[in-house]
């Protein structure tokens, strides 16, 4: 990702504007599944940074890694590691966020949150850079605490502003399977050891979902669980009318907020939703179709298997398949399927990219 200076002879005025332009990054959870989609996507990407710093909690210390072609290894956090870094993105479990993101804001790094734990700190801004280009929003880019918005929200805010462009939508119901990466390592362990101890008869674990999600659907966890599906529902809701709503403050969102239920699916990567949109004319196939398709948005032809979490994960777009309903002709039947970890990293990617960040603090030498 680092653009290296030469060693010898005169620098050229625009070599030195490019070392300018680089930027100081660091991962807080970069051992964690969101942390680790974060730094391949950020090298896919070819993000402008000369120097990316690894962090994680006790637990990840001195694991080896890789930015770039360069060996390193995961360190702490502690408050130097934060010095003239221009973006901190925190991959962390929200109470690690929690705890130490006031070291990255009083550095002076723009704090990317990927854990929701400042979801209700003053001056935050719920960014999709996806949904702000394509209802034409003035980013909020020049907030130094951005909260990356859920990728289930992300997905809806999508596929309800493109059906919008085949006609105004009068209705919108969606059911969201969730999975098990949404609750990082350990729900993706949960969700194996449980597979495996049922297929061999044994006591299942349940520290996570405190339910046996393995070949199974919940509505809600178990009361032991450290969170519930309604509080994801909730979120899901709050960020898809905070990142279509109008450019002021306390306008209404410029795309109907759906009736939603969220499930816990036994899959390991990738949401799959279901989603159920009534326009008020009703539009030919071939309309809705192409109003549907286009950056980030692929639908499967009719030769086509239909979107499925498996095939989805990888995936920088949302697979979709789309029939009319049966019974109304305006009504229209979408099945979806995204990577949950890709969107949230391309998001939280994006959200540098777009960032009136200050420029950077030091030149490379």
């Keep these: 990702m680092a653009v290296p200076k030469p060693k010898s002879g005169p620098p050229r005025a625009d070599d030195m504007a490019r070392w300018d332009a680089l930027r100081r990054v660091a991962i807080v959870g970069a051992a964690t599944l969101k942390g680790k989609e974060l730094k391949d996507v950020l090298e896919e990407r070819k993000f402008p940074a000369m120097d990316v710093r690894l962090l994680d909690d006790d637990e990840s210390l001195g694991q080896l890694d890789a930015v770039g072609d360069e060996a390193t290894f995961i360190q702490s956090v502690q408050p130097e590691q934060f010095e003239h870094v221009d973006f901190t993105f ?23 949150d990927m854990s929701y734990a400042l979801e209700d700190e003053p001056g935050a801004a719920i960014r999709s850079p996806w ?9 909020h880019a020049n907030s130094n605490i951005v909260l990356v918005a859920h990728p289930a ?3 809806l ?21 969730e999975p098990a990466s949404e609750q990082g390592r350990r729900g993706m362990d949960e969700l194996h050891q449980q597979t495996v101890n049922l297929l061999s008869f044994q006591e299942l674990p349940k520290a996570v979902f405190d339910a046996q999600v393995a070949f199974n659907l919940l509505g809600r966890y178990g009361s032991e669980s450290a969170r519930s599906l309604e509080s994801v529902e909730k979120r899901v809701l709050r960020h898809l009318a905070e990142i279509t709503r109008g450019e002021s403050s306390g306008q209404p969102a410029r ?111």
């Excluded at 479990?93 to 550095?107: G, I, L, Q």
């Excluded at 805010?157 to 399977?177: D, E, G, H, N």
């Excluded at 086509?304 to 039947?333: C, H, K, M, S, Y």
């Design 90 to 112: 925190f991959a962390s479990e929200a109470p690690f966020t929690a705890s130490h993101w006031k070291m990255a804001r009083d550095a002076g790094s723009v704090v990317i």
């Design 131 to 139: 949904v702000e280009r394509e209802l034409g929003r003035t980013a």
């Design 153 to 155: 929200s992300i997905v």
């Design 157 to 177: 805010a999508m596929l309800l502003a493109r059906a919008q462009k085949a006609a105004a939508l009068k209705s919108a119901v969606s059911v969201i399977f």
């Design 255 to 365: 795309l109907p907020v759906p009736s939603l239920m969220l499930l816990q699916g036994p899959t390991f990567h990738s949401h799959a939703l279901s989603v159920y949109i009534e326009l008020e004319n009703a539009v030919s196939a071939g309309d809705f179709a192409q109003a549907l398709a286009g950056e980030h948005v692929r639908l499967a032809r009719l030769s086509e298997d239909a979107p499925t979490n498996v095939a989805a994960a990888g995936q920088n777009d949302i697979l979709v398949a789309v029939r009319r309903d049966p019974q109304r002709a305006a009504g229209w039947w979408l099945w979806a399927a995204a990577d949950n970890l890709k969107i949230s990293a391309l998001t939280a990617a994006e959200c540098a990219e777009t960032s009136t960040a200050p420029p950077p603090k030091t030149r490379i030498q």
